[in-house]
């Protein structure tokens, strides 16, 4: 294993261990427990950077444990969103994904493939987002935040047509 490599792990670590520390402080403030299922819920969703579904992440819990229902998934990927470790986002036809949000290095936008739903993150390059700031200014605004999704048909999906 090279030492990028090395060094990628041990930062997934660290963010895995911030993410579990954060959730239970939550949780404790909440009044609520940190049980064996919210653990198992937790760690699933952060197993991979990718955006996922109530239902994909259930699927994914199944996997560790198939005692686990959809409705307690469910409600718990709604606490790993309150606590600031994940965000909602709707891209299309009214689907919820979740992302993570902990030890976010920067600001992404979506590319949404609208045939397979698949998501990919990108950067915009500084004049971009200057541009938006400036367009903002110009009407008087001044900016909370914003959203830049493009839809389109993945290379995948291109090749089946």
Do not use: W
Not at 34 to 50: A, G, K, P, Y
Not at 57 to 86: C, K, M, P
Not at 134 to 146: I, R, S
Request: proline share 1%; aromatic share 8%; hydrophobic share 35%.
């Amino acid at each position: 294993m090279g030492s990028d490599q090395n060094l990628r792990l041990v930062h997934e670590d660290e963010l895995i261990e911030t993410a579990m520390q954060v959730f239970e402080g939550f949780l404790r403030e909440k009044g609520l427990k940190q049980t064996r299922q919210r653990q198992v819920i937790l760690n699933t969703f952060l197993e991979d950077d990718e955006h996922v579904t109530a239902e994909d992440l259930y699927r994914r819990v199944q996997n560790h444990d198939s005692g686990i229902g959809f409705a307690t998934v469910y409600r718990t990927l709604h606490l790993i969103v309150e606590s600031g470790i994940a965000r909602e986002r709707e891209f299309a036809q009214g689907r919820k994904f979740y992302e993570h949000v902990i030890g976010e290095t920067h600001h992404h936008h979506h590319l949404i493939c609208t045939s397979c739903d698949k998501i990919v993150e990108f950067i915009c390059p500084d004049v971009v987002e200057q541009s938006q700031v400036k367009t903002a200014e110009e009407h008087g605004f001044v900016l909370t935040g914003h959203v830049h999704e493009l839809f389109g048909v993945c290379p995948d999906c291109q090749g089946k047509n």
